[in-house]
């Protein structure tokens, strides 16, 4: 097996704008039961009486590089690709 020559090493591009260059991962967590009133406001008025709770499981981690601002958003277990593009776009 021949192996090949290392490449030189590249500089990382200076970040002039925040949000230019972001960072995405998902952390898992013991569920969280939070209820909907909380959540939404005006949710008991639109639903009427009794108890409405959400229950996640994972948060969706979004980092800025170029400042460290953080948002941390929590989800549910059964996401696919197009659920997490319409979460990172609300």
């Avoid at 020559?5 to 967590?29: C, H, R």
């Avoid at 969706?60 to 958003?73: E, K, P």
Wanted: a negative charge; one cysteine or more.
């Amino acid at each position: 097996m021949v192996r090949q020559k290392n490449g030189y090493l590249t500089p990382l591009n200076v970040l002039t704008q925040p949000w230019e260059s972001i960072a995405m991962d998902f952390l898992s967590m013991k569920p969280v039961t939070i209820p909907c009133s909380e959540l939404i406001p005006g949710y008991d008025k639109l639903k009427g009486e009794g108890s409405h709770n959400i229950s996640f499981d994972k948060l969706l981690v979004i980092s800025c590089r170029h400042t460290d601002f953080t948002f941390l958003i929590p989800c549910i277990k059964e996401l696919n690709a197009k659920d997490v593009i319409d979460i990172f776009e609300t």
